[in-house]
Structure formats: structure tokens, C-alpha cells
């Protein structure tokens, strides 16, 4: 059975950078795309960025220009490098496979606060 674990959210200023990482355990990493999903509190789930297992990246609205997702077949990871962050950022981010796929059971995700 797949499992997501999702790390790398902390508290940070607005205008600040983090990093997220998502371990996809499994041996299908490599053949799957993925994506990366944030949900505030009392909204919705949204789709963040998504990225082919041929690399391409799609990225939502609100992100584009300063998020980037990647992603490193070789340890099954895949990343999401946030910059210039707003509070409007401030959300629990979770990875998973991108709408029209089937999804995996839902980890636990990793926090991520955007505030002064």
C-alpha cells in the first residue's frame, strides 16, 4: 500500500522561502504524476501544482512565479519550494496524485503558517 509523508512546514514571515518534501513509498513513484494539494482553514481543498512523471509542471493562480514543484525519482520524493510567501499561503499541505487519477489515502500533511 501506498503511503505520503509530507514534511517541511513551519512558521514563517511573510516574504519568506520553504521547502516541502513528500515520500512516496512504493516502487511506483517514478511512473505516476503528482501534485501537490493545500487546504485553509473552513475552505475547500485546492490543487497547488502538479507535476508529470516526464517532469512537466502546471501550477495554480494564486502560486504561479513563486511556487516550484519538482521531483527526484531516485528517492521517490517530490518537493515544493515556496517563495515570497503571503498569509494567504497559510494552509495544511498535502501531496497526492493530480485530479482524474486515482488518489491515494491522504497523509497527514505539514503545516505551514505564514504570519508576523
Known amino acids: 500500500q501506498v503511503q505520503l509523508v509530507e514534511s517541511g512546514g513551519c512558521l514563517v514571515q511573510p516574504g519568506g522561502s520553504l521547502r516541502l518534501s513528500c515520500v512516496v513509498s512504493?516502487?511506483?513513484?517514478?511512473?505516476?504524476?503528482m501534485a501537490w494539494f493545500r487546504q485553509a482553514p473552513g475552505k475547500e481543498r485546492e490543487l497547488v501544482a502538479r507535476?508529470?512523471?516526464?517532469?512537466?509542471?502546471n501550477y495554480g493562480d494564486s502560486v504561479q512565479g513563486r511556487f516550484t514543484i519538482s521531483r527526484d525519482n531516485a528517492k521517490d520524493t517530490v518537493f515544493l519550494q515556496m517563495n515570497s510567501l503571503k498569509p494567504e499561503d497559510t494552509a495544511v499541505y498535502y501531496c497526492?496524485?493530480?485530479?482524474?487519477?486515482?488518489?491515494?489515502?491522504w497523509g497527514q500533511g505539514t503545516q505551514v503558517t505564514v504570519s508576523s
Open positions: 497526492n496524485t493530480p485530479p482524474g487519477y486515482s488518489r491515494f489515502t
Open positions: 507535476i508529470t512523471r516526464g517532469g512537466i509542471r
Open positions: 512504493g516502487s511506483i513513484f517514478r511512473a505516476i504524476d
